[in-house]
């Protein structure tokens, strides 16, 4: 009889640390599924910037391309003698223009936050609150 008594403690205990490891697995999954979904979703964001700064990088460069080709064939071929100056000039500076608002608005997109940093920011809290707890 004492033998039964004695079987029903070290059942709830096992029963109680099973359960526990249960919960703590089923966190630390959890856990470790959201931050896998937020460096996915962070990639894509990646995935996107790195497509539009190459494009505006082609654009720039093709601008800066066209303005030296504008200027020349300005130059060589359009222009009567006495209006040819001002001409040149205004060619020249349109294209000029884009190409600098091509280079600025790369510029502005180059300045960023690195590359996962709110998935980094997330996985040091998780680190910091799990460090608490002990």
């Known amino acids: 009889?004492?033998?039964?008594?004695?079987?029903?403690?070290?059942?709830?205990e096992s029963i109680s640390t099973a359960s526990t490891l249960r919960r703590v697995s089923q966190t630390v999954l959890s856990i470790v599924h959201n931050r896998l979904e937020l460096l996915t979703l962070e990639l894509k964001e990646e995935k996107q910037w790195a497509v539009a700064t190459l494009f505006l990088a082609v654009l720039t460069s093709s601008l800066a391309v066209l303005s030296l080709v504008a200027v020349l064939v300005t130059v060589a071929f359009?222009?009567?003698?006495?209006?040819?100056?001002?001409?040149?000039?205004?060619?020249?500076?349109?294209?000029?223009?884009?190409?600098?608002a091509c280079v600025f608005f790369l510029k502005v997109r180059m300045n960023r936050p690195?590359?996962?940093?709110?998935?980094?920011?997330?996985l040091k809290k998780d680190i910091?609150?799990?460090?608490?707890k002990d």
């Open 114 to 122: 690195p590359a996962l940093a709110e998935t980094l920011a997330e």
């Open 78 to 100: 359009l222009v009567p003698a006495e209006a040819r100056p001002w001409v040149m000039i205004g060619i020249s500076v349109v294209m000029l223009g884009g190409l600098l």
């Open 1 to 12: 009889m004492d033998a039964v008594a004695e079987t029903p403690p070290e059942t709830a």
């Open 128 to 132: 910091e609150c799990l460090q608490n």
